[in-house]
């Protein structure tokens, strides 16, 4: 196991600083790279390589240090450079820094005056990369504290949050991708005893168990290949907040098995450390996938959900909370459209009663895009065509979609209140196969869950043709009903 090596652009015209730079610079565990010009610098930030850190010469033949400078910036303003040259001319200094480098260093210099400006480089660095998660955070924080609950199952959850918030113990959240988990576990952290602390997030699904590990508990130096300095992780950054471990059943069972005996102890050690830290953190865990049955599978351990479920929040689907679609869209039209600096038009009805029958299959991230498009391109009619199309294609290739062959009837209605209807039928289908689904094709529990009656369920499987064997029993209460008793019931 080992750790990418930070890496050092030097650009110097001449060889014996290239060469001595790169000495120095490996010793300390750096991945160098060394160019004669700023030209061919960059050429290669122009290319996409950006390198941790640039020392960057002033004197240079052709284009010189504070031109290359200027350019650099102008690629990327987040570089992290420092300046080299033969003079301390206060001028030029101040020129670099203005433009944007993080120190200055004059030749010839000693080891000890290079550690100092990487250290420097290093805090900036880190500043920089705080203020801008500060930023990040910010902007979450505004959409936490706007949190909609328009829907009855999202005001059970605000309560539910609001409940469970100030008790300090785990909680384990579930719900399909994209419907805002780590929204609900920022709120959590937010209204807990521990808001003034950090919140940490870690994505268990995106690194590989052994870097996971290093990643969530810290290193020693020498600790493994490439461990040149020790390193702090995530649940040491996290004292005294709050730890989100998002995607938390993609786990390994090793890590899944050390973690559990962490929560038990309150107590772990680093990678390579001989000394107990105690952890004082709460730890909140979210996964999208069935627990139920990665517990039976063997890929996520009882143990572990059981001593991380103290406290449980389920997150419904977008197509289960219609009535926040709306607001939600005019939400994130506002959003872009500041962001854009545009000023989009008012969405038609039509797009809004459109967008209401999705089902949403991506949830809020796929609503967030969908908008951001709409901003970007300000077309009402395309925007509703594309929702249509959508729709249209996930009928083609949705597995539950049994009326598919079944004869279409007769369209009498015609152009776009004819589009929307379909949508709404396409809607209602798909909300009725999930709860079919969900419920095992117990009718009378899928009636219950879609809040409608049970004659109605039973009319509307027969409109849309849904049936199979297991649901040809006779049960009691079976009788048709009217139409005019399902219609409007499901919307």
Known sequence: MSEAREKILV???EPSIRKYLR???????FEVEVV????????????GERPDFIILDVLMPELNGIDTLKELMRIDRSLHVIMLSCSNEVGTVVEAIRIGALDYLTKPFEKNELDAAMLKCRQKKTLREENQSLREYCETLTEDLSFLAASPQMVRIRQQILQIAPVDVPVFICGESGVGKEVVARM???RSLRRSQPFIKVNCAALP????ESELFGFEQGAFTGAVRAKPGKFELANKGTIFLDEIAEMSPHLQAKLLHILQDHQYSRLGGRHLIDMDVRVLAATNV????AMKSGRFREDLYYRLNVLSVNVPPLRERQAEIPLLFRHF???YSEKFNKTATEPSQHLLEAAARYPWPGNLRELENFVKRYVILDDDEGSLRELIEMAAARERTSPRQQAASAPAPPQKEQGLKALVRGLKDEAEMEAIANALEKTRWCRKD???MLGISYKALLYKMRQFNLDTPRSRRTDAGSEKAPAAEAAGKIV
Do not use: N, W
């Not at 069935?290 to 049955?293: A, F, G, H, L, S």
């Open 11 to 13: 650009v110097d015209d």
């Open 23 to 29: 000495t120095l610079l490996e010793v300390d565990g």
């Open 36 to 47: 004669s010009s700023g030209k061919e610098a960059i050429e290669k930030v122009s290319a």
């Open 188 to 190: 959590i952290h937010l």
């Open 209 to 212: 168990g052994e870097l996971l």
């Open 290 to 293: 069935d627990v139920q049955e």
């Open 333 to 335: 039209l506002q959003k």
């Open 446 to 448: 899928a009636a219950k």
